[in-house]
């Protein structure tokens, strides 16, 4: 099942801690990395969402879960970062949740939730 294709009025890209710190009494600080790899977070904010859409974009978070990984595409994502692509190996972190308001009788507001890369 893939991803739904909606849009977005923003996507915050941020990185999970991967570090290990102590301080001995002795004042000196003793650090590691923990993983090889360095995860990114998203915070992705949808624009309003069409009743349709909501409805299958939460099927899919109800069929995924928290826990199932899934192939998403970063559409906003910087084609000059070495470091950066557009296809992302995530599960959700947060649930999907959406409110219809009477300014726009057919459309869901979705707040913005969060997805984890693995």
Same mark, same amino acid.
């Given at each position: 099942?893939?991803?739904?294709?909606?849009?977005?009025?923003?996507? +915050?890209? $941020?990185?999970?801690? =991967?570090?290990?710190k102590s301080s001995?009494?002795?004042?000196?600080?003793?650090?590691?990395?923990?993983?090889?790899?360095?995860?990114?977070?998203?915070?992705?904010?949808?624009?309003?969402?069409? $009743?349709?859409?909501?409805?299958?974009?939460?099927?899919?978070?109800?069929?995924?879960?928290?826990?199932?990984?899934?192939?998403?595409? =970063?559409?906003?994502? $910087?084609?000059?970062?070495? =470091?950066?692509?557009?296809?992302?190996?995530?599960?959700?972190?947060?649930?999907?949740?959406?409110?219809?308001?009477?300014?726009?009788? =057919?459309?869901?507001?979705?707040?913005?939730?969060? +997805?984890?890369?693995?």
């Open positions: 099942m893939a991803f739904p294709t909606i849009t977005y009025k923003s996507i +915050l890209t $941020d990185y999970e801690s =991967n570090e290990i001995p009494q002795d004042g000196k600080v003793i650090a590691r990395r923990r993983f090889t790899k360095t995860r990114r977070e998203f915070t992705v904010q949808p624009t309003k969402l069409k $009743d349709a859409d909501f409805l299958l974009l939460k099927e899919y978070y109800d069929t995924m879960g928290t826990v199932v990984s899934f192939q998403w595409i =970063n559409p906003l994502y $910087d084609p000059d970062d070495v =470091n950066d692509s557009s296809l992302y190996t995530v599960r959700f972190m947060t649930p999907i949740s959406g409110t219809k308001t009477a300014t726009f009788p =057919n459309h869901y507001d979705v707040k913005s939730f969060k +997805l984890m890369e693995v």
